[in-house]
């Protein structure tokens, strides 16, 4: 059974910095698609990050382009999202999901919600202004 736990989330003010972990459990994160979604107050969710299975393509959503970094340590199984420059309107729960197999072109430039099976149970990062 997949199994995945979040942490990292917090209350920081505007412009400064969090780094999310999602460690796994179940699932070798090193064959998996990796992704990060949010989801703020009233709004659908939505992906921030992700990373192909063959690692072979990294998509950001453009708001946090420059700004945010999708990684993963094998050796410890464990995925992250650094997060820099945070705005208030980076507030939300916080998702990270795998999945077995997701190329690029299935990924058409789009991390989507439904492409991902096993999902953690959120954490939560508040921007105050």
């Known amino acids: 059974q997949v199994q995945l736990v979040e942490s990292g989330g917090g209350l920081v003010q505007s412009g400064e910095s969090l780094r999310l972990s999602c460690a796994a459990s179940?699932?070798?994160?090193?064959?998996?698609?990796i992704g990060w979604f949010r989801q703020a107050p009233g709004k659908e969710r939505e992906g921030v990050s992700c990373?192909?299975?063959?690692?072979?393509?990294?998509v950001y959503t453009d708001s946090v382009k420059g700004r945010f970094t999708i990684t993963k340590d094998t050796t410890k199984n464990t995925m992250y999202l650094q997060m820099n420059n945070l705005r208030p309107e980076d507030t939300g729960v916080y998702y990270c999901?795998?999945?077995?197999?997701?190329?690029?072109?299935?990924?058409?430039?789009?991390?989507?919600?439904?492409?991902?099976?096993?999902w953690g149970q959120g954490t939560l990062v508040t921007v105050s202004e």
């Open positions: 179940g699932s070798r994160l090193a064959y998996d698609a």
């Open positions: 990373i192909s299975s063959d690692e072979l393509d990294t």
């Open positions: 999901a795998t999945t077995k197999f997701l190329n690029g072109a299935m990924m058409d430039g789009h991390c989507q919600a439904s492409q991902f099976e096993y």
